[in-house]
Protein backbone atom coordinates (compact mmCIF):
# COMPACT_ATOMS: atom_id res chain seq x y z
CA UNK A 1 0.00 0.00 0.00
CA UNK A 2 1.22 3.52 -0.82
CA UNK A 3 -0.40 6.95 -0.71
CA UNK A 4 -1.24 9.60 -3.12
CA UNK A 5 0.41 12.45 -1.58
CA UNK A 6 -2.33 13.22 0.74
CA UNK A 7 -2.42 10.25 3.08
CA UNK A 8 -4.37 8.01 1.12
CA UNK A 9 -3.65 4.57 0.61
CA UNK A 10 -3.43 2.61 -2.10
CA UNK A 11 -2.73 -1.11 -3.40
CA UNK A 12 0.43 -1.46 -5.47
CA UNK A 13 1.86 -4.93 -6.37
CA UNK A 14 5.61 -3.95 -5.23
CA UNK A 15 6.60 -5.35 -1.80
CA UNK A 16 6.52 -3.25 1.16
CA UNK A 17 10.28 -1.95 1.97
CA UNK A 18 12.19 -3.66 4.81
CA UNK A 19 12.74 -1.85 8.04
CA UNK A 20 15.90 -0.84 7.62
CA UNK A 21 15.70 2.23 10.18
CA UNK A 22 16.94 -0.41 12.60
CA UNK A 23 20.27 -1.06 11.70
CA UNK A 24 23.19 -0.34 13.64
CA UNK A 25 25.58 0.53 10.79
CA UNK A 26 23.93 3.89 9.76
CA UNK A 27 21.04 6.51 11.01
CA UNK A 28 17.23 6.15 9.82
CA UNK A 29 16.47 8.28 6.95
CA UNK A 30 13.37 9.46 5.70
CA UNK A 31 12.49 6.88 3.09
CA UNK A 32 12.90 4.82 6.12
CA UNK A 33 9.95 6.46 7.94
CA UNK A 34 7.71 6.81 4.52
CA UNK A 35 8.74 2.86 4.60
CA UNK A 36 6.82 2.39 8.54
CA UNK A 37 4.54 5.00 8.48
CA UNK A 38 3.46 3.19 4.68
CA UNK A 39 3.40 6.68 3.01
CA UNK A 40 5.09 8.48 0.23
CA UNK A 41 8.27 10.51 0.90
CA UNK A 42 6.74 13.76 -0.01
CA UNK A 43 3.77 13.14 2.70
CA UNK A 44 6.25 12.56 5.36
CA UNK A 45 8.29 15.54 4.30
CA UNK A 46 4.48 17.65 4.69
CA UNK A 47 3.87 16.45 7.75
CA UNK A 48 7.18 17.20 9.43
CA UNK A 49 7.58 20.98 8.03
CA UNK A 50 3.74 21.31 8.99
CA UNK A 51 3.46 23.68 5.64
CA UNK A 52 0.64 21.46 4.09
CA UNK A 53 -2.38 19.96 5.29
CA UNK A 54 -2.77 15.54 6.26
CA UNK A 55 -4.82 13.94 7.77
CA UNK A 56 -4.46 13.20 11.85
CA UNK A 57 -4.73 9.46 10.88
CA UNK A 58 -1.39 10.18 8.40
CA UNK A 59 -0.08 12.53 10.86
CA UNK A 60 -0.18 10.01 13.83
CA UNK A 61 1.41 6.90 11.70
CA UNK A 62 4.61 9.38 10.26
CA UNK A 63 5.47 10.52 13.95
CA UNK A 64 5.20 6.64 15.31
CA UNK A 65 7.72 6.11 12.94
CA UNK A 66 9.35 8.67 13.94
CA UNK A 67 9.76 7.90 17.01
CA UNK A 68 10.27 4.14 16.61
CA UNK A 69 13.12 5.08 14.57
CA UNK A 70 14.80 8.04 16.55
CA UNK A 71 14.91 9.87 12.90
CA UNK A 72 16.66 13.30 13.19
CA UNK A 73 15.54 15.87 10.62
CA UNK A 74 18.24 16.98 8.72
CA UNK A 75 18.41 20.59 9.71
CA UNK A 76 20.46 21.74 6.87
CA UNK A 77 17.92 20.30 4.36
CA UNK A 78 15.39 22.04 5.99
CA UNK A 79 17.59 25.48 6.52
CA UNK A 80 18.20 25.28 2.16
CA UNK A 81 14.05 24.82 1.96
CA UNK A 82 13.51 27.74 4.29
CA UNK A 83 11.74 25.53 6.72
CA UNK A 84 13.64 26.76 9.75
CA UNK A 85 15.68 29.85 10.70
CA UNK A 86 19.25 30.04 10.44
CA UNK A 87 21.90 30.41 13.31
CA UNK A 88 23.68 33.87 14.26
CA UNK A 89 27.07 33.09 13.89
CA UNK A 90 29.42 35.31 15.98
CA UNK A 91 33.30 35.03 14.93
CA UNK A 92 35.58 36.53 17.23
CA UNK A 93 39.48 36.77 17.36
CA UNK A 94 39.34 35.38 21.60
CA UNK A 95 37.08 33.84 23.26
CA UNK A 96 38.52 34.50 26.39
CA UNK A 97 38.47 38.13 26.89
CA UNK A 98 36.17 40.02 29.05
CA UNK A 99 34.79 42.24 26.65
CA UNK A 100 34.65 40.23 23.86
CA UNK A 101 32.84 37.35 26.19
CA UNK A 102 30.32 40.03 26.89
CA UNK A 103 29.23 41.31 23.20
CA UNK A 104 29.13 37.29 22.50
CA UNK A 105 26.25 37.35 25.49
CA UNK A 106 24.40 40.19 24.01
CA UNK A 107 24.66 38.49 20.76
CA UNK A 108 23.03 34.97 22.59
CA UNK A 109 20.42 36.83 24.47
CA UNK A 110 19.54 39.13 21.90
CA UNK A 111 19.12 35.02 19.73
CA UNK A 112 17.46 33.30 21.70
CA UNK A 113 15.26 35.87 22.78
CA UNK A 114 14.28 35.33 18.79
CA UNK A 115 14.59 31.47 18.61
CA UNK A 116 17.37 31.22 17.04
CA UNK A 117 20.60 29.21 17.54
CA UNK A 118 23.72 31.31 18.27
CA UNK A 119 27.04 29.65 17.32
CA UNK A 120 30.78 31.28 18.60
CA UNK A 121 34.14 30.51 16.78
CA UNK A 122 37.22 32.12 17.28
CA UNK A 123 40.01 33.29 14.73
CA UNK A 124 42.78 33.35 17.32
CA UNK A 125 43.64 36.37 14.76
CA UNK A 126 44.42 34.49 11.61
CA UNK A 127 42.74 36.17 8.65
CA UNK A 128 42.28 33.06 6.80
CA UNK A 129 40.79 30.94 9.33
CA UNK A 130 38.43 34.37 9.53
CA UNK A 131 37.70 33.89 5.73
CA UNK A 132 37.11 30.27 6.28
CA UNK A 133 34.32 30.29 9.16
CA UNK A 134 32.83 32.95 7.40
CA UNK A 135 32.47 30.82 4.41
CA UNK A 136 31.43 27.79 6.54
CA UNK A 137 28.34 29.72 8.38
CA UNK A 138 27.16 31.04 4.93
CA UNK A 139 27.24 27.08 3.67
CA UNK A 140 25.40 26.72 7.05
CA UNK A 141 22.87 29.35 5.92
CA UNK A 142 23.47 31.25 9.30
CA UNK A 143 20.69 34.23 9.19
CA UNK A 144 23.65 36.53 10.11
CA UNK A 145 27.81 36.53 10.57
CA UNK A 146 28.91 38.94 13.54
CA UNK A 147 32.33 39.71 12.89
CA UNK A 148 34.23 41.17 16.19
CA UNK A 149 37.58 42.44 17.08
CA UNK A 150 39.95 45.29 16.44
CA UNK A 151 41.55 45.36 12.78
CA UNK A 152 43.79 47.68 10.64
CA UNK A 153 41.42 49.40 8.23
CA UNK A 154 43.81 48.85 5.38
CA UNK A 155 43.05 48.51 1.41
CA UNK A 156 43.11 43.90 1.72
CA UNK A 157 41.02 44.48 5.07
CA UNK A 158 37.93 46.66 3.03
CA UNK A 159 38.01 44.10 0.26
CA UNK A 160 38.05 41.28 2.05
CA UNK A 161 34.82 42.82 4.13
CA UNK A 162 33.08 43.30 0.75
CA UNK A 163 33.63 39.88 -0.48
CA UNK A 164 32.53 38.73 2.87
CA UNK A 165 29.22 41.35 2.40
CA UNK A 166 28.63 40.27 -1.20
CA UNK A 167 28.79 36.74 -0.66
CA UNK A 168 26.73 36.33 2.66
CA UNK A 169 23.94 38.71 0.67
CA UNK A 170 23.65 36.72 -2.40
CA UNK A 171 22.97 33.44 0.29
CA UNK A 172 20.54 35.58 2.11
CA UNK A 173 22.41 36.13 5.14
CA UNK A 174 23.93 39.44 6.49
CA UNK A 175 27.31 40.50 7.75
CA UNK A 176 27.58 42.48 11.15
CA UNK A 177 30.77 44.12 11.69
CA UNK A 178 31.37 45.27 15.72
CA UNK A 179 33.96 47.63 17.11
CA UNK A 180 35.02 47.62 13.56
CA UNK A 181 35.09 50.42 10.67
CA UNK A 182 32.22 51.13 8.53
CA UNK A 183 32.32 49.89 4.91
CA UNK A 184 30.93 52.18 1.63
CA UNK A 185 27.70 52.41 1.49
CA UNK A 186 26.36 50.61 -1.24
CA UNK A 187 28.14 47.39 0.60
CA UNK A 188 25.15 45.17 2.14
CA UNK A 189 26.61 44.89 5.85
CA UNK A 190 25.79 46.44 8.88
CA UNK A 191 27.94 48.25 11.51
CA UNK A 192 27.35 48.69 15.13
CA UNK A 193 30.40 50.46 16.63
CA UNK A 194 30.77 52.89 19.77
CA UNK A 195 32.57 56.12 20.86
CA UNK A 196 36.08 55.41 20.84
CA UNK A 197 37.19 58.86 20.59
CA UNK A 198 34.14 60.33 22.87
CA UNK A 199 34.73 58.13 25.84
CA UNK A 200 39.29 58.38 25.71
CA UNK A 201 37.80 62.23 25.15
CA UNK A 202 36.28 62.61 28.86
CA UNK A 203 38.60 60.12 30.05
CA UNK A 204 41.64 62.79 29.59
CA UNK A 205 39.18 65.46 30.20
CA UNK A 206 38.78 64.19 33.77
CA UNK A 207 42.11 63.50 34.52
CA UNK A 208 42.88 67.39 33.13
CA UNK A 209 39.87 68.98 35.14
CA UNK A 210 41.28 67.01 38.31
CA UNK A 211 44.93 69.46 37.84
CA UNK A 212 46.67 66.78 35.97
CA UNK A 213 49.22 68.06 33.19
CA UNK A 214 51.55 65.12 32.70
CA UNK A 215 49.21 62.09 32.01
CA UNK A 216 51.26 59.10 30.31
CA UNK A 217 48.68 57.78 28.08
CA UNK A 218 49.02 53.78 27.27
CA UNK A 219 47.08 53.17 24.78
CA UNK A 220 46.91 50.69 21.75
CA UNK A 221 48.94 49.17 18.85
CA UNK A 222 49.62 51.47 15.73
CA UNK A 223 47.50 51.11 12.82
CA UNK A 224 44.09 49.09 14.81
CA UNK A 225 40.90 51.34 14.51
CA UNK A 226 39.85 51.19 18.32
CA UNK A 227 43.67 52.17 19.26
CA UNK A 228 43.80 54.89 16.68
CA UNK A 229 40.29 56.44 17.79
CA UNK A 230 41.01 56.27 21.50
CA UNK A 231 44.42 58.38 20.79
CA UNK A 232 43.01 61.02 18.89
CA UNK A 233 40.12 61.42 21.70
CA UNK A 234 42.96 62.02 23.77
CA UNK A 235 44.96 64.58 21.99
CA UNK A 236 41.42 66.15 21.28
CA UNK A 237 41.40 66.67 25.27
CA UNK A 238 44.91 67.67 25.21
CA UNK A 239 43.90 70.66 22.73
CA UNK A 240 40.54 71.59 24.11
CA UNK A 241 42.41 71.93 27.17
CA UNK A 242 45.55 73.58 26.32
CA UNK A 243 47.46 71.07 27.27
CA UNK A 244 50.41 70.57 25.23
CA UNK A 245 51.27 67.12 23.71
CA UNK A 246 54.41 65.58 24.98
CA UNK A 247 55.44 62.68 22.49
CA UNK A 248 57.47 60.93 25.55
CA UNK A 249 54.04 60.90 26.98
CA UNK A 250 52.29 59.04 24.21
CA UNK A 251 53.55 55.19 24.76
CA UNK A 252 51.67 52.92 22.44
CA UNK A 253 51.50 48.81 22.82
CA UNK A 254 49.67 46.12 23.45
CA UNK A 255 46.28 45.94 25.34
CA UNK A 256 47.57 43.61 27.82
CA UNK A 257 48.06 43.64 31.48
CA UNK A 258 51.73 42.71 30.73
CA UNK A 259 52.37 45.61 28.20
CA UNK A 260 50.71 47.92 30.51
CA UNK A 261 53.01 46.49 33.50
CA UNK A 262 56.19 47.10 31.05
CA UNK A 263 55.72 50.07 29.58
CA UNK A 264 55.08 51.77 33.47
CA UNK A 265 57.98 49.63 34.58
CA UNK A 266 59.91 51.33 31.50
CA UNK A 267 58.99 54.96 32.09
CA UNK A 268 59.90 54.71 35.80
CA UNK A 269 63.22 53.61 35.20
CA UNK A 270 64.21 55.79 32.51
CA UNK A 271 63.03 58.93 35.02
CA UNK A 272 60.26 59.79 33.23
CA UNK A 273 57.94 62.23 35.37
CA UNK A 274 54.12 62.11 35.51
CA UNK A 275 51.01 62.31 37.54
CA UNK A 276 48.33 60.49 36.53
CA UNK A 277 48.54 57.70 33.56
CA UNK A 278 45.23 57.01 31.04
CA UNK A 279 45.48 53.24 30.11
CA UNK A 280 43.76 52.38 26.58
CA UNK A 281 41.95 49.16 28.67
CA UNK A 282 41.08 47.81 32.17
CA UNK A 283 43.52 44.74 31.45
CA UNK A 284 46.52 47.58 30.52
CA UNK A 285 45.46 49.41 33.94
CA UNK A 286 46.42 45.71 35.50
CA UNK A 287 49.54 45.96 34.74
CA UNK A 288 50.27 49.38 35.87
CA UNK A 289 48.90 48.89 39.21
CA UNK A 290 50.95 46.54 39.41
CA UNK A 291 54.35 47.77 38.71
CA UNK A 292 53.38 51.21 40.78
CA UNK A 293 52.97 49.33 43.87
CA UNK A 294 56.26 47.50 42.96
CA UNK A 295 57.69 51.05 42.89
CA UNK A 296 56.48 52.13 46.14
CA UNK A 297 53.94 54.10 44.47
CA UNK A 298 49.87 54.52 45.70
CA UNK A 299 46.89 55.01 43.39
CA UNK A 300 45.79 57.74 44.17
CA UNK A 301 47.38 59.31 46.05
CA UNK A 302 50.63 59.64 44.19
CA UNK A 303 49.88 58.98 40.60
CA UNK A 304 45.83 58.59 39.57
CA UNK A 305 44.81 55.74 36.71
CA UNK A 306 41.84 55.52 34.50
CA UNK A 307 40.97 52.72 32.46
CA UNK A 308 38.80 51.71 29.49
CA UNK A 309 36.19 48.84 28.78
CA UNK A 310 34.87 48.85 32.78
CA UNK A 311 35.20 45.17 32.67
CA UNK A 312 33.52 43.39 35.82
CA UNK A 313 36.64 43.35 38.07
CA UNK A 314 37.24 46.99 37.30
CA UNK A 315 34.76 47.86 40.53
CA UNK A 316 36.37 45.33 42.66
CA UNK A 317 40.19 46.23 42.04
CA UNK A 318 41.95 48.50 45.05
CA UNK A 319 41.23 51.21 44.55
CA UNK A 320 38.07 50.69 42.11
CA UNK A 321 38.90 51.57 39.12
CA UNK A 322 37.83 55.42 37.38
CA UNK A 323 36.80 53.59 33.90
CA UNK A 324 35.16 54.55 30.29
CA UNK A 325 32.20 52.09 30.09
CA UNK A 326 31.42 50.21 26.77
CA UNK A 327 28.24 48.89 26.22
CA UNK A 328 29.39 45.32 25.20
CA UNK A 329 26.62 43.67 25.84
CA UNK A 330 24.24 45.82 23.87
CA UNK A 331 26.83 45.51 21.14
CA UNK A 332 25.75 42.31 20.51
CA UNK A 333 22.40 42.31 21.24
CA UNK A 334 22.10 45.70 18.79
CA UNK A 335 24.22 43.48 15.98
CA UNK A 336 21.62 40.62 16.43
CA UNK A 337 18.62 42.90 16.18
CA UNK A 338 20.29 44.98 13.34
CA UNK A 339 20.36 41.78 11.30
CA UNK A 340 17.61 39.98 12.03
CA UNK A 341 15.04 42.73 11.61
CA UNK A 342 17.04 44.43 8.61
CA UNK A 343 13.96 44.79 6.02
CA UNK A 344 12.08 46.84 8.69
CA UNK A 345 14.66 49.03 9.29
CA UNK A 346 15.46 52.40 7.44
CA UNK A 347 18.86 52.59 5.66
CA UNK A 348 20.54 55.03 7.93
CA UNK A 349 20.07 52.17 10.98
CA UNK A 350 22.82 49.87 9.04
CA UNK A 351 25.47 51.95 11.11
CA UNK A 352 24.95 52.54 14.20
CA UNK A 353 27.17 53.87 17.30
CA UNK A 354 26.94 53.39 20.97
CA UNK A 355 27.46 56.03 23.91
CA UNK A 356 30.49 55.44 26.11
CA UNK A 357 30.15 56.53 30.02
CA UNK A 358 32.90 57.81 32.48
CA UNK A 359 32.42 55.70 35.46
CA UNK A 360 33.73 57.66 38.11
CA UNK A 361 35.64 56.01 41.20
CA UNK A 362 38.17 55.79 43.92
CA UNK A 363 41.52 56.33 41.23
CA UNK A 364 41.64 59.69 40.67
CA UNK A 365 42.28 62.81 42.50
CA UNK A 366 44.25 65.93 41.94
CA UNK A 367 47.94 65.57 41.97
CA UNK A 368 50.03 66.45 45.43
Known sequence: ?????????????????KRKGTRSDRPSTIRD??????????TVSRTLAGNYPVSAETRARVMAAVESLHYVVNVHAKALSGAVAGPVALVIQDITGPSLAHVAAGVEQEATGRGRLSLVCSTRGDAARETDLVQLMREQHAAAVVLVGGVVPDDAYHRRMSEYAEALDAAGSRLVLVGRPALPAEIP???????????????????????????????????FSSSEQRREGHLNALRAHSVPYEEELDLPGLYTRASGYRRVRDALDAGLEFTAVFAGTDAIAIGVLAALREAGLRVPRDVSLIGFDDVPFA???????????VPYE???????????????????????????????????????
Open 315 to 325: ADLTPSLTTVR
Open 330 to 368: ELGRTAVRLALDREETITGDNHVVLSTQLVMRESVRPPK
Open 189 to 223: ATVVDYDNRGGAFQATSHLIAAGHRRILFLGGAPG
Open 33 to 42: VAAIAEVSVA
Open 1 to 17: MTDNGNGARKSSTASRP
